[in-house]
């Protein structure tokens, strides 16, 4: 998901890992959208995550860090990005610094990945209580 830091010059793409299951992000890295950025997102994932199923777009650097026996590539129309495209959504409906077309905005990469971070701290804790 894009978003930018201090002036739309100075993007920055967040990369999320959601379990499909709980529905609960389990990884995320800010950076750009580069094969780096993709390793450490790699790195982020737990081990108990590593083995299973992963689904993405066509963008070349998960297939070129995602194991390719789990790690599928597909495209919105298959349902399988379903539950990612909808936690985007409610990132942007909730906190302004992701929106667009926004006059909200971080100053630094620091604070940018740290209101970031609480909320995904808080979307989980909400999954969890509603399960």
């Known amino acids: 998901m894009w978003s930018f830091v201090g002036k739309k010059e100075r993007s920055r793409w967040t990369w999320t890992v959601l379990c499909r299951r709980t529905r609960q992000i389990v990884a995320f890295v800010i950076g750009d959208r580069s094969e780096a950025t993709c390793r450490q997102l790699w790195e982020q994932i737990p081990t108990a995550y590593r083995g299973c199923h992963s689904y993405s777009d066509f963008w070349a650097a998960y297939s070129k860090v995602f ?65």
């Open 67 to 131: 194991p390719a026996t789990t790690h599928h590539s597909v495209d919105k129309a298959s349902g399988a990005t379903n539950h990612m495209e909808r936690w985007n959504n409610t990132l942007r409906q909730r906190c302004a610094r992701y929106v667009r077309q926004t006059l909200s905005f971080s100053k630094s990469d620091v604070y940018h990945a740290l209101v970031t971070l609480i909320f995904i701290v808080t979307y989980n804790l909400d999954i969890s209580l509603a399960m």
